[in-house]
């Protein structure tokens, strides 16, 4: 049975770091493409990152370029978004998924195994 679970979301204030970890059972991390999805009250969904099996490849939307990182560390069977300079339109819930494939122009797709989701609020 696979088991994806999220972890480390809370309060932060605007201009904070934060890391979200995610961790997969059932599966093994380095060969499925992970991501991240997000969504605040009142808005659709979005895909905020992904990383591919190898790492060689990882997505990015724009509002979120040069302040989130995603990475893996297979041995811990974790990926994690470390999020840095925080801003209270990032407040969310975040939602760690196991994909198809990670595209480097469009996300994450095929997402098959999602988790219940952390949520992050940045406060202003």
């Known amino acids: 049975q696979v088991q994806v679970v999220e972890s480390g979301g809370g309060l932060v204030q605007a201009g904070g770091p934060l890391r979200l970890s995610c961790t997969a059972s059932?599966?093994?991390?380095?060969?499925?493409?992970m991501g991240w999805f997000r969504q605040a009250p009142g808005k659709e969904r979005e895909g905020v990152s992904c990383?591919?099996?190898?790492?060689?490849?990882?997505y990015y939307i724009d509002s979120v370029k040069g302040r989130f990182t995603i990475s893996r560390d297979n041995a811990k069977n974790t990926v994690y978004l470390q999020m840095n300079s925080l801003k209270p339109e990032d407040t969310a819930m975040y939602y760690c998924v196991a994909g198809d494939y990670c595209s480097g122009s469009a996300g994450v797709g095929g997402a098959g195994y999602w988790g219940q989701g952390t949520q992050v609020t940045v406060s202003s």
């Open positions: 059932g599966l093994t991390v380095d060969d499925v493409n």
């Open positions: 990383i591919n099996w190898s790492g060689r490849i990882t």
